[in-house]
Antibody, heavy 126, light 112 residues
Framework: QVRLQESGPGLVKPSETLSLICNVS????????WSWVRQSPAKGLEWIGY???????KLNPSLKSRLTISLDTSKNQVSLKLTSVSAADTAVYFC????????????????????WGQGTTVTVSS | DIVMTQSPLFLPVTPGEPASISCRST???????????LDWYLQKPGQSPQVLIY???KRASGVPDRFSGTGSGTDFTLKISRVEPEDVGVYYC?????????FGGGTKLEIK
């Protein structure tokens, strides 16, 4: 059974860097795509970005200048770093597996974001 | 960016009755490979979203067959043939054709 578990600081001060980890069990981060989504009352569900198993990232342009998504294959983790946070970054952050072959695979498949973590709440406040 | 619009916002339903949710996109979600890149997710109270439908009409593993997705291009519908109490929650559509991915604003299904 595939499980995703987000972890992070909970509270971050404005202008500081938010770092989150998604621990993956039951699957390898070297397969599939790995996504981050956040949810706030103001913006609803907001797609943050994804990283492919081959290390390609696609990031939301609204966050791109502050955002890094990376894989740690030795720990089987996906990480998110968001710099210069403000109150607008207060949200529940989810990681999710995207079962997708990509556009150019000979054997195309897509099953959506089929496994989600339970989410971790991040509050930006001094 | 593609904007997703859902209706209605709230959907009170009597158990056993059908329900329908509409989702519209500002651009066609039909890829040249013939697939519509439209997902439906359900977020039950206190839980993470879960995928119900992908590629517009394909039920995800373990999803009851009372859920069905139809539509193509820019207009999509999620139908529940007979609502059950465990179907309460917020339903979201999401386009997966382009980045940034985008979600609809959600439809809250409540039991009458």
């Amino acid at each position: 059974q595939v499980r995703l578990q987000e972890s992070g600081p909970g509270l971050v001060k404005p202008s500081e860097t938010l770092s989150l980890i998604c621990n993956v069990s039951g699957d390898s981060v070297t397969s599939d795509y790995w996504s981050w989504v956040r949810q706030s009352p103001a913006k609803g569900l907001e797609w943050i970005g994804y990283m492919t198993h081959s290390g390609v990232t696609k990031l939301n342009p609204s966050l791109k200048s502050r955002l890094t998504i990376s894989l740690d294959t030795s720990k089987n983790q996906v990480s998110l770093k968001l710099t210069s946070v403000s109150a607008a970054d207060t949200a529940v952050y989810f990681c999710a597996r995207v079962r997708w072959s990509g556009w150019y695979s000979r054997n195309h498949y897509y099953y959506g974001m089929d496994v989600w973590g339970q989410g971790t709440t991040v509050t930006v406040s001094s | 960016d593609i904007v997703m619009t859902q209706s209605p916002l709230f959907l009170p339903v009597t158990p056993g009755e059908p329900a329908s949710i509409s989702c519209r996109s500002t651009q066609s979600l039909l890829h040249s490979n013939g697939n519509n890149y439209l997902d439906w997710y359900l977020q039950k109270p206190g839980q993470s979203p879960q995928v119900l439908i992908y590629l517009g009409s394909k039920r995800a593993s373990g999803v009851p067959d009372r859920f069905s997705g139809t539509g193509s291009g820019t207009d999509f519908t999620l139908k529940i043939s007979r609502v059950e109490p465990e179907d309460v929650g917020v339903y979201y559509c999401m386009q997966a054709l382009q980045t940034p991915r985008s979600f609809g604003g959600g439809t809250k299904l409540e039991i009458k």
